[in-house]
């Protein structure tokens, strides 16, 4: 194990623990985003596998720029925040529950958004023709379900099981009728979305509602958690099955070229998809030989107005053409030096780590349930930020401002204006 892996596990295990204090707050992005990049590191540090590489210097420059300017922008906004009072988790929590929702417009609004989806996966379904899981082929099946515009629709699945998490945790007269109709919903849409075999919009739905327990949430049952966490490893579990069939352990084993013995064969996959992005990363700065200038960056813009794909063939980019192996995602600055190079690589970040630390001290400072559901979803674009840039994908812009809309509206009139 090199230097560089120790030290990064160290900070791990210092981090993590040091958010389990009663006065640390466990999800603030600061902590967060150094809690997953020094896994993150150390593991790659690893070279586990003979796809990689020693990373030179301008490789390691470039990586860690990013993300130093990054929490450069969280701490220039906690340097403005100083000298406010924060309350601790237990005030938070009673505040926060004092102040509730409208009901009966975030119970309609739920129910609407799940009408939505339906749609987006009705329409997609007809369109194509079939459902992944069931398809001779699901493994390969899976990538081509997808049409633009009912496609969207689909994504909307994480934000409708916060929504419902959320009303049975805020709700105040929560009718057995209204109870029975959101759990049925909240069911068909982790079952339905499940046969699509993907994974990415369930783990954030996942992430979303411990956020949201985790600062709101009033004291439940350890059993309760252990059902659930079980329930969606279970539900990851069976996608991932689903997904390869049969051999599969072995084959992304082999082909993955790991050091270590095929006994262990089953870490093969969450380590690749932990370790790659960083290496192509690392691949990526030393190779890159020109630049795109905001195609990356402003890619939901492109794909939202029809401009992506004529631009794509027009300049005759290759997103693929620096990738080391199967395993073809990036970590969150990548796209920035894809565009922009060095300036790219420290404006954007420090951009980010802006716009975050000032979602997460607004909702400290408004203390409602739709700030709360805010930061929940920006937290987890820092969570995923080793693995993808959440906010170059047009899925997740949606998301973010179908969340954003329907929470601030469903804020009762009387506390719109209040502080």
């Not at 009901?103 to 939505?116: A, P």
């Not at 339905?192 to 994974?199: D, G, I, P």
């Not at 329907?406 to 719109?416: A, G, Q």
């Amino acid at each position: 194990m090199s230097i560089i892996s120790i030290i990064c596990f160290l900070i791990f295990f210092l981090t993590l623990f040091s958010g389990l204090r009663k006065t640390s707050d466990f999800f603030a992005p600061a902590r967060i985003f150094i809690v997953i990049w020094s896994l993150a590191i150390g593991l790659a540090e690893l070279k586990l596998s003979h796809f990689q590489h020693q990373w030179s210097l301008y490789s390691w420059i470039t990586l860690m720029l990013g993300l130093l300017f990054f929490l450069a922008g969280i701490f220039f906004i906690y340097i403005l925040n100083i000298n406010k009072p924060i309350p601790n988790r237990s005030e938070f929590r009673e505040i926060i529950h004092s102040k509730g929702m409208n009901e009966n417009l975030f119970y309609y609004l739920t129910i609407l958004l799940f009408f939505i989806y339906t749609i987006g996966y009705m329409g997609t379904f007809l369109i194509k023709g079939f459902i992944p899981a069931l398809h001779f082929f699901p493994g390969e099946s899976r990538t081509q379900m997808t049409v633009f515009g009912f496609g969207l629709l689909v994504h909307s699945a994480p934000v409708i099981l916060l929504m419902i998490i959320e009303y049975f945790i805020y709700s105040k007269y929560k009718t057995r009728k209204r109870k029975f109709l959101l759990l049925s919903i909240f069911i068909a849409t982790i079952i339905s979305y499940t046969l699509l075999l993907q994974r990415m919009d369930l783990v954030m739905g996942a992430f979303m509602i411990v956020l949201v327990f985790y600062y709101a949430g009033k004291k439940i049952k350890l059993r309760y958690i252990i059902g659930g966490a079980s329930f969606f490893a279970i539900v990851i579990y069976t996608i991932m099955n689903l997904r390869f069939l049969k051999h599969v352990e072995k084959y992304v084993y082999l082909t993955s070229k790991m050091k270590f013995s095929e006994e262990y064969s089953v870490l093969t996959e969450p380590y690749m998809y932990i370790a790659m992005n960083l290496e192509n990363f690392a691949r990526g700065v030393d190779k890159l030989y020109y630049h795109t200038y905001g195609y990356f960056t402003f890619n939901p813009l492109l794909a939202i107005t029809g401009l992506k794909k004529n631009l794509l063939k027009y300049f005759n980019i290759d997103e693929m053409e620096l990738l080391i192996s199967g395993y073809n995602t990036y970590p969150f600055h990548w796209y920035y030096y894809f565009d922009f190079g060095i300036i790219g690589l420290a404006l954007f970040p420090f951009l980010f780590g802006l716009f975050v630390g000032y979602i997460y001290y607004k909702m400290l400072e408004q203390k409602n349930f739709a700030w709360l559901a805010i930061y929940a979803i920006v937290a987890f674009s820092v969570f995923m930020s080793f693995f993808f840039n959440a906010f170059t994908l047009l899925h997740f812009v949606y998301n973010v401002v179908t969340l954003s809309i329907i929470h601030l509206i469903c804020i009762k009139p009387e506390l719109k204006h209040a502080r």
